[in-house]
Each structure stands twice: as C-alpha cells, then as structure tokens.
C-alpha cells in the first residue's frame, strides 16, 4: 500500500513541480453533537510555494517566507515558518508529511482512490483519509479531491472544487499597499 501513496504523491507533487494547481475548497469543522461549521477559500500551489485565501486573509509562501494578510487589521505578518506552521497552512503538505508517519491502506473503486493514513504511534489526530483521482482513465497523475481528519470527537473535511493545472506564473510574495508591515523574521 505505500508504494502506491507513494506513486500518489509524488506524482501530485512532481505536477506542481511542474504546473500551477488552483482549485477552490470547502472546510467543514463537525463536533460530536453540534451544528457543523463551514468556511470556504482558495489555494493556488506550486511546488511547496501556496497562496491560500481562507478565513478573512491571505497567507502566501515563497519558499522561504509565509506572508499573512489580513485585511480587517490591513496588516501583512511576514514570519519564516517552521515545517510544522507550513504543513497546518497547506492540506496537501500536510497529506505528505503524514506518510511516514502512519500505515497506509488503499482501496480503488470506480477510477476513485481512497488513502487511509492510521498513525502508528498516538497522537491527537485518529484518522486521516485523502481521496484522490485521476486526472484522466489511464493516467498516472493524481488529484486530491477530499481529506477528511478525525481527531477525537472533531471531524474535519477540507473538499477541493474547480481543481486546475496550468502553466500560469504566480508571483507567491505577498504585496500589500499601505498596511502595517509586521516582520517577525
């Protein structure tokens, strides 16, 4: 089974390598007997460098440097962040990280593959599911369509919509015309 997360992931990170990946996502936060809570965003990625939009601000990652915007404060943060930071901002490093760090299991039906990371030693997180799909019947290229996390009584699902690759360039450093500048480097 990990040789095909394996296959999975890097495929989708060798593509990002390549191309630029913009898709919408939803968030839905459940806790155990309470109304689910939804929020939506963006993220454009390639290679480690994202822009998400998510939650009243725009955090952007350069390779070095995570940019965070919020415009209620019109206030750009801009901090160099640890792996853990990057892998809580960005679900698909997230996804990678995990690799090593759990069993893997597999399960393929209809063109649609689910990975079911369980983490070997305890920690918060219970369960990480992350369905993928191909982009085309035969490839052997990945998308991530839904990563759901289970951690206690709290479910989290982050759901990807509109996913596209292209050969757009991006420019990943945040730019924010007369707001407070905090750098926190």
Same mark, same amino acid.
Do not use: C, W
């Given at each position: 089974?990990?040789?095909?997360?394996?296959?999975?992931?890097?495929?989708?990170?060798?593509?990002?390598?390549?191309?630029?990946?913009?898709?919408?996502?939803?968030?839905?936060?459940?806790?155990?007997a309470t109304q689910p809570v939804t929020y939506t965003g963006t993220l454009t990625m390639h290679g480690e460098q994202f822009i998400l939009e998510a939650f009243?601000?725009?955090?952007?990652?350069d390779g070095t440097t995570l940019y965070t915007y919020n415009e209620d404060a019109n206030e750009l943060t801009l901090s160099n962040p640890t792996r853990d930071e990057l892998y809580q901002a960005n679900p698909l490093l997230f996804a990678q990280a995990m690799a090593d760090a759990c069993e893997v299991t597999e399960e393929t039906r209809q063109g649609v593959t689910t990975l079911t990371f369980v983490p070997k030693e305890r920690v918060a997180i219970d369960l990480i599911t992350m369905v993928v799909k191909r982009l085309a019947k035969g490839d052997?290229?990945?998308?991530?369509?839904?990563? %759901?996390? @289970?951690?206690?009584? &709290? %479910?989290? @699902?982050?759901?990807? &919509?509109n996913l596209g690759y292209s050969d757009e360039v991006v420019d990943f450093v945040q730019h924010a015309e007369g707001a407070y500048v905090n750098d926190v480097r």
């Open positions: 089974m990990k040789i095909l997360l394996l296959t999975v992931l890097q495929s989708l990170f060798a593509l990002l390598g390549e191309k630029t990946m913009n898709t919408d996502f939803t968030i839905t936060v459940q806790e155990h009243g601000t725009t955090s952007s990652y052997k290229q990945y998308a991530p369509a839904m990563i %759901t996390i @289970k951690e206690g009584l &709290r %479910t989290t @699902k982050v759901q990807f &919509r």
